[in-house]
């Protein structure tokens, strides 16, 4: 008996040692930000999908254990993965009429990576997630390649089905743009330039909600599921910038 | 309810219809035709041309009621490879006759308790996968590449006669009335139904399943935020992503593929249990065990290659009058009559 709890605890210990270490101290622009600090692992949770056939478009959701971690305020988050010819995702900057973490958007993989994420929270703590996703090759889907199309910018967004003061507020928001990386090249041979949407900001009656930075390994027509802090009401005003210079609008009102 | 839900619980609940319809009316391609050319009884595979017509016209119909955009699914995508579809096609089609049952027959042999459908199923799908994403993918993903033919307007039927200048409406309905039209009549010339109408109106409705997979992920919980597939009942792919998901499932989503597989696993078990056929079956023979891991993994590779199976081609594919399905269901059809005339004919 004695021996078998050895050996288990045993199995455990590769763990144990490597709480706090993960792929950041690995990645040049994720040590930077975290300069001394070690983060927290374990408090962020990262779900993605554990196998996926479809690198051009996965669903990454980042969030915080609302009943665990009800008064920890995220200021900032830094989305990166380790197998992407750039390690960067998105950053995000929360406002103060942001609601808890609780974000999703899609994302392009190269290859079977790990993907992770760095918050900052309000007290200048570093929190940590990290998961593996296996990219197989695209299954029987030929990918549907975006081009700059009619539809070029259009922007939307949907507010909650169903307002409640005392829940934040899911807002989901879309727009269309292929998020060129620069690193194709048309049937002529010829570079592709690189043209993505930089940025998002998000406001409610002037307060920020938040400012998100893009990078190309965000998937075509860039999605983001955020929230908006409970008990607020008013006109939300989105704004997305993209490289060309273009800019989209669009609002709505909460409820 | 979320769309993603919505896909999951309606793939369920399609799935658990088919598996009752096919059950009770033992839906069966392989054995429609193996019945027609070993003892010329047609009336399996008058069922089955039955059920491909109602599930052309009924397609058809929401196509031009606006609910479903036929172009956006898989069978009419603007590039395929002309050799890999038919080629697939005819192992497919070598395999069934092989296996005596496609996938979907599997399912439904399985829920009865046959558990040489099992051995089917898993090769089957582990097969599939491979010719995906596993080891024989960069030679699929080689050779399609190098045999793809693309097209400016979707391949199908109905986006030709439009893009002649026939109004979408006509362009639809034409093809479809005829097609299905002439289906009906023969169906019901062969297959002599008048003695067994509930078998009539059974089969019909496997047509409609095919047209309810459509109109759920094309209409029902179609979410502009998150496009997903445009699909219909397929046993191939599926068939492999349950298998992943059994073995992954805490990293994994249920998809509509894998419920419909559920479903018709459910479906058939229950009809069957409620009809009295319930019954443990193994193998007899080794030379069976060979026949069903050999007619399985052709199922599986093949109905990669061929972007579906005898129901994912032949009835989802076809409802949508995809080029691509007419070359898919060619090959099932030439690589079926394989096994029974030619030199690589099978044994009995």
Redesign the interface.
């Known amino acids: 008996m004695m021996l078998r709890l050895l050996f288990i605890a045993a199995l455990c210990l590769p763990t144990l040692v490597q709480a706090g270490s993960g792929p950041w101290e690995r990645i040049d622009p994720a040590r930077e930000l975290l300069g001394e600090s070690k983060p927290e692992v374990g408090v962020l949770a990262l779900d ?4 996926t ?1 479809d690198g051009s478009s996965v669903t990454l959701k980042v969030s915080l254990d609302r009943r665990r971690h009800s008064d920890t305020v995220i200021e900032a988050l830094y989305l990166f993965t380790t197998g992407n010819p750039a390690p960067e995702l998105a950053e995000f900057q929360f406002g103060p009429a942001a609601g808890p973490l609780d974000l999703e958007t899609r994302i392009r993989l190269d290859r079977s990576q790990q993907v992770f994420a760095l918050a900052r929270t309000a007290d200048d703590r570093w929190l940590a997630g990290v998961r593996d996703v296996r990219v ?7 990918e549907g390649t975006g081009s700059l199309d009619d539809d070029f910018m259009l922007a ?1 967004v ?1 507010g909650p089905s169903r307002f409640r003061a005392d829940r934040p507020s899911e807002i ?1 928001a ?1 727009i269309r743009h292929p998020m060129e990386t620069g690193f194709r090249e048309d049937p002529q041979g010829q570079a592709i330039p690189r043209r993505i949407v930089k940025q998002l900001d998000v406001s409610l009656e002037g307060e920020q909600v938040l400012h998100a930075r893009f990078h190309p390994a965000i998937a075509a027509h860039p ?1 983001l ?1 955020f929230h908006v802090a409970a008990g607020l009401e008013g006109d939300l005003e989105l704004e997305w910038r993209e490289s060309g210079g273009e800019k989209a609008e669009s609002q709505i009102s909460i409820p | 309810m979320s769309a993603q839900a919505m896909v999951m619980w309606g793939g369920l609940a399609l799935g658990v219809v088919f598996g009752v319809l096919a059950q009770a009316t033992a839906f069966c391609l392989t054995g429609g035709l193996r019945e027609w050319w070993s003892k010329g009884q047609m009336r399996r595979i008058g069922g089955f041309a039955l059920a491909l017509a109602v599930a052309i016209l009924a397609t058809q119909i929401l196509a031009v009621a606006g609910l479903v955009e036929p172009a956006r699914s ?1 069978y009419l ?4 490879s002309w050799l890999l579809v038919p080629l697939g096609g005819v192992l497919f089609g070598y395999g069934m006759m092989l296996a005596r049952g496609c996938g979907a027959r599997a399912l439904v042999l399985l829920g009865e308790g046959n558990l040489r459908s099992l051995v089917v199923l898993l090769c089957l799908g582990i097969a599939a996968h491979a010719a ?3 080891v024989l ?2 030679v699929r ?1 080689a050779v399609a590449e190098a045999t793809t033919i693309s097209f400016g307007t979707p391949p199908g039927l109905a986006e030709w006669l439009s893009s002649v200048g026939l109004a979408e409406t006509l362009a639809r309905l034409i093809p479809a009335l005829l097609l299905g039209g002439l289906l009906i009549l023969i169906a019901l010339r062969i297959a002599d139904f008048h003695r067994a109408r509930a078998e009539l109106i059974a089969v019909a409705a496997i047509g409609l399943v095919i047209a309810g997979g459509w109109f759920l992920t094309g209409h029902l919980a179609a979410d ?3 496009p997903a ?1 445009l699909q219909s009942l397929s046993f191939v ?1 599926p068939v492999g992503d349950a298998i ?1 998901y059994l073995m ?1 499932a ?4 249920v998809d509509f593929g894998v419920a419909v597989v559920a479903g018709v696993l459910a479906g058939a078990f229950l009809a069957a249990l409620l009809r009295g056929r319930l019954e443990l079956r193994g193998f007899e023979k080794p030379g069976q065990l060979v026949r069903a891991m050999l007619g399985g993994v052709l199922m599986g590779v093949g109905g ?1 290659l061929a ?1 579906g199976c005898s129901i994912g081609q032949g009835l989802s594919g076809l409802s949508t009058l995809a080029l691509s399905s007419f070359l898919a269901a060619a090959g099932i059809l030439l690589g079926a009559r394989l096994t029974v005339h030619g030199p690589i004919k099978l044994a009995d």
């Open positions: 993605l999908p554990a196998v056939q197989t090759v695209s299954g029987c889907l030929v939307r949907r989901r879309m999605y599921r | 898989l995508q603007a590039s395929f995906m994403g596993g993918a960069p993903v502009d935020f998150d597939p792919a992943q992954l805490t990293g994994m989503r990669v972007l």
